[in-house]
């Protein structure tokens, strides 16, 4: 028997049986293993313990379930045993042929791969319209989305390149600060100010723009050219010099 027919048969009938679900498929495939070990040879003897292991079925009720539906909907012939120390039988059935008969035991005669069908898979018709689909896309929407990758490159570059911070010199910042009628010794304090701290807004983050941090310098310099906190007086301590120490306070 050709197997990569039979599997190819089955896997039709799978894709146009919607009864069947993954357990159903997981239980077939094992079954043909032992079938394979076999030599398809019909009936086989399984063992369920061994079967429920193979196929990852974990529960006895799934797996009579799917055996039974696997009989009922004919993809094999289920003869249960009901006896723990013989196996129970089961027929599978060849796929390869328009009959749904159990193969024959007789197995004398070998296919060579030269006699072996070119059976599309059961999905060959939607892989050919993909392949289709990606073969006649113009080589224009490649270059596009290459041109659309470099454009989204060269704006993000842009972006990079405006956001960078630039010192400024202290000529640039004494020309901002007359600019503004500040005198140029607060032009000197806020260079050398930020200078010193690496050009860092609030001793962390990094200066972006150093116009608006000299605009903040000069509202601060003139919130305390208005109001400078007036220093209190020392107070003096007024003793006598006759006091008498010796007296309690």
């Not at 749904?100 to 070998?110: A, F, G, I, L, R």
């Not at 319209?129 to 929407?141: D, I, R, V």
Request: charged content about 25%; some cysteine; overall charge positive.
């Amino acid at each position: 028997m050709n197997y990569i027919r039979h599997l190819a048969g089955f896997f039709e009938r799978v894709a146009a049986d919607e009864r069947l679900n993954p357990t159903h498929i997981s239980m077939y495939v094992s079954l043909f293993q032992f079938w394979n070990a076999s030599r398809f040879k019909n009936p086989i003897s399984i063992s369920r313990n061994e079967l429920m292991r193979v196929s990852k079925i974990s529960a006895k009720a799934t797996y009579h379930k799917c055996m039974k539906d696997l009989n009922d909907f004919g993809y094999l012939k289920y003869k249960p045993s009901f006896n723990p120390f013989k196996g129970s039988l089961v027929y599978l059935f060849n796929f390869q042929t328009s009959s749904e008969q159990p193969v024959s035991t007789d197995h004398t005669k070998n296919e060579t791969g030269a006699e072996q069908a070119q059976e599309p898979y059961i999905n060959a018709s939607n892989i050919t319209n993909q392949t289709s689909l990606n073969l006649g896309e113009p080589a224009q929407k490649k270059e596009v989305q290459k041109v659309n990758r470099q454009g989204k490159k060269e704006k993000s570059s842009a972006k990079k390149e405006r956001n960078v911070f630039v010192v400024p010199k202290l000529t640039q910042v004494q020309e901002y600060f007359a600019s503004q009628k500040f005198p140029p010794v607060e032009a000197s304090k806020f260079y050398n100010y930020f200078q010193s701290n690496g050009w860092l807004v609030g001793g962390r983050t990094k200066m972006k723009d150093w116009q608006a941090a000299a605009r903040n310098w000069m509202l601060n310099a003139n919130k305390f050219a208005k109001g400078k906190p007036v220093k209190p007086k020392a107070k003096h301590l007024h003793a006598t010099t006759n006091k008498n120490y010796s007296e309690p306070l």
